[in-house]
């Protein structure tokens, strides 16, 4: 089978590698940060306009479209790529995350994850098989298998039980694609929890299955950031370097770059697009927020140096003016410069690997980073 994933160039000093991961709507470079679209949207732009920042892959999210507006009714209506008109790839997620940060009364049963759904307080039980049915009828080019995202804290037989429950539900979800995949790519999840030995016996697991790419899940729940790269790394140590590593929910430019010098090649982060409509911007030299007096009078850009649609026409102190009145054009305005920011700092990772110049990259951006407040 032709590879889904080229590596193009390795980092001597690091783990990290850029390269090209091949869906049926297109190539997508890596390390990539993908754009969160939970409700088939990436909030306040239009697709033309994301796809104009330099995205190549959105998320969407099977738990909320399950449940709004139907993967049926988008299934008649062409499929999530028609029905948003975003011709590019869709990662969608199976919904198992979902349904323990959001639902209510979440119930984990052998056979899948019983709610009820956070909109009408209807029962559902969301399995492996239907989690797959609900991705095939987005049409989505890579699909997620059903995982319990473990809690965090837990208790390490807690953490060893919901383990291997994935492990179960993955083997299920598998099944369930290879019934009605469609030319779509299929990625398993590694948990673990915090346990370090829980950590490589569920990635040498997953590792054994034959899926496209490997997920890093259970992370990015509230953990300190060491720990997370302490499991990160634990998980890394028995997965595959010629497949992708997904590492979900992650995260600050930070957490990016530590993730992307262990291996990791695919990111998703709330974010750039949460802290846009909270009025929270980043720069290169750390991230301001509009809610301070101090822009009130300040005619400069948000940051000097990006080039962006909003960087190039408004000043902080408009920006701050249409904040604090509450107009909606800011979130829009935001969101164009975080993603903008978030898409070429990943630009910046690719070229740095290409040119052998990663840990000069790190170290700049840490440099920076002290730099005085903007
Ligand atoms: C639209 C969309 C939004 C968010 C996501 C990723 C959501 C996400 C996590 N986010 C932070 N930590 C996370 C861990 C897990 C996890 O262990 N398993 C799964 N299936 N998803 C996770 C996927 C799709």
Redesign the pocket.
């Known amino acids: 089978m032709a590879s889904i994933f080229q590596i193009e160039k390795k980092c001597p000093q690091t783990g990290a590698r850029t390269g090209f991961l091949f869906t049926r709507r297109g190539v997508i470079e890596t390390p990539v940060f993908m754009p969160?679209?939970?409700q088939a949207s990436v909030k306040t732009l239009t697709p033309e306009e994301v796809s104009g920042l330099g995205a190549r892959i959105i998320?969407?999210?099977t738990y909320h479209l399950f449940l709004r507006p139907g993967h049926e009714l988008i299934a008649r209506h062409g499929g999530l790529h028609r029905f948003m008109n975003w011709p590019r790839s869709i990662?969608?997620?199976?919904?198992?995350?979902?349904v323990f940060s959001l639902a209510k009364l979440c119930k984990i049963e052998e056979e899948g994850a019983r709610f009820q759904s956070h909109l009408d307080g209807q029962e559902y039980l969301l399995t492996p098989e239907l989690s797959m049915e609900i991705q095939a009828g987005l049409d989505s080019d890579i699909r997620?298998v059903l995982?319990t995202?473990?809690p965090y804290p837990c208790s390490y037989d807690e953490a060893k039980r919901l383990t291997e429950l994935t492990h179960r539900w993955e083997k299920r979800s598998l099944l369930a694609w290879q019934k009605n995949h469609r030319e779509s790519l299929v990625f398993g999840?590694t948990?673990g929890g915090m346990f370090e030995d829980l950590r490589r016996y569920s990635a040498r697991v997953i590792a054994n299955f034959d899926f496209h790419g490997h997920?890093i899940?259970?992370?990015?729940?509230g953990e300190p950031h060491d720990l997370m790269i302490e499991m990160l790394e634990a998980s890394l140590s028995e997965l595959p370097e010629e497949k992708p590593r997904y590492l979900?929910?992650?995260g600050t430019p930070q957490d990016i770059l530590e993730a992307v010098s262990r291996g990791v090649d695919m990111f998703?982060c709330?974010l750039p697009t949460r802290n846009a409509r909270r009025g929270t911007l980043f720069t290169s030299f750390g991230k301001i927020s509009l809610k301070q007096s101090r822009y009130k009078d300040d005619e400069r850009p948000i940051d000097p140096e990006c080039q962006c649609y909003t960087c190039r026409n408004y000043s902080r102190a408009y920006l701050r003016h249409l904040f604090m009145a509450g107009e909606l054009l800011v979130y829009r305005l935001n969101t164009i410069h975080n993603l903008h920011f978030y898409l070429c700092f990943m630009e910046g990772i690719r070229d740095a690997i290409r040119k052998g110049r990663f840990e000069e990259f790190k170290k700049h951006y840490y440099e920076r980073k002290e730099e005085s407040e903007c």
């Open positions: 969160v679209g939970t998320l969407a999210n990662l969608t997620d199976s919904g198992g995350y979902q997620m995982d995202c473990i999840i948990q997920a899940g259970g992370l990015s729940v979900m929910g992650v998703d709330v």
